[in-house]
């Protein structure tokens, strides 16, 4: 069992930067490949970014490719999204993620954090 608790998200003004932090519980978070989802109002929950197992191979969707950085320290068990250059399109829940075999769809995802909202402003 995995518990992930996000935390950084908020208000910020478009162009600005935000960190989002995931810390998770047990001692198998390095078993796990981590990632980030977020859901819009109205939208379907979609893929943000993941980190293999090792914090090597990240991949990120289009949307946010060159102003996103995801990392992991397996020491803390703590999983990172850096978000640069935000824009109002960005705005969304933003839900941390655990799988054995993570990938882009929300099927592959065991555990869910509860969700930090990030609101950026035109």
């Known amino acids: 069992q995995v518990q992930l608790v996000e935390s950084g998200g908020g208000l910020v003004q478009a162009g600005g930067s935000l960190r989002l932090s995931c810390a998770a519980s047990g001692r198998t978070f390095s078993s796990y490949g981590m990632g980030w989802f977020r859901q819009a109002p109205g939208r379907e929950r979609e893929f943000v970014a993941r980190?293999?197992?090792?914090?090597?191979?990240?991949y990120y969707a289009d949307s946010v490719k060159g102003r996103f950085t995801i990392s992991r320290d397996n020491a803390k068990n703590t999983v990172y999204l850096q978000m640069n250059s935000l824009k109002p399109e960005d705005t969304a829940v933003y839900y941390c993620?655990?799988?054995?075999?993570?990938?882009?769809?929300?099927?592959?995802?065991?555990?869910w954090g509860q969700g930090t909202q990030v609101t950026v402003s035109s």
């Open positions: 980190i293999s197992r090792s914090g090597g191979s990240p």
């Open positions: 993620a655990a799988g054995l075999w993570l990938a882009t769809m929300t099927q592959s995802v065991t555990y």
